[in-house]
């Protein structure tokens, strides 16, 4: 069952438009981000629609086969809405994405290419 609250954030999040889909210009590689929000601490994700890098996936998804996070919720109600923001980046830059995120938590090259496309 999926919880009534983690479905409106989830909805939220996909209306202001949080995810967005990086795709490499030279080959098949792609991946969605969940842009966490800049204000906050409010971390970005790594996230597909069976996957997300955060905690409460892996504990509840992974070790109680429980509800999915927001994140995917969100994932898939943006796919379903088409509210996905694409963007096209160099492979470096598609690397750096991951890394940054993967490292800090938040991707600053993301967020520029974001303002900058
Ligand atoms: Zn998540």
Known sequence: MEDLRLLKKAKISAMQGRIVKIRSKQGFLFTYVFLGKDSSKHKDHIVNENYCDCEFFIFNKIYKDKAFCYHILALKIA?????????????????????????????????????TT
């Open 79 to 115: 796919l379903h809405r088409e509210k996905i923001i694409t963007i096209d980046v160099e492979f470096n830059d598609f690397l750096d994405i991951i890394r940054e995120i993967r490292h800090d938590g938040k991707s600053l090259k993301l967020r520029k290419l974001i303002y």
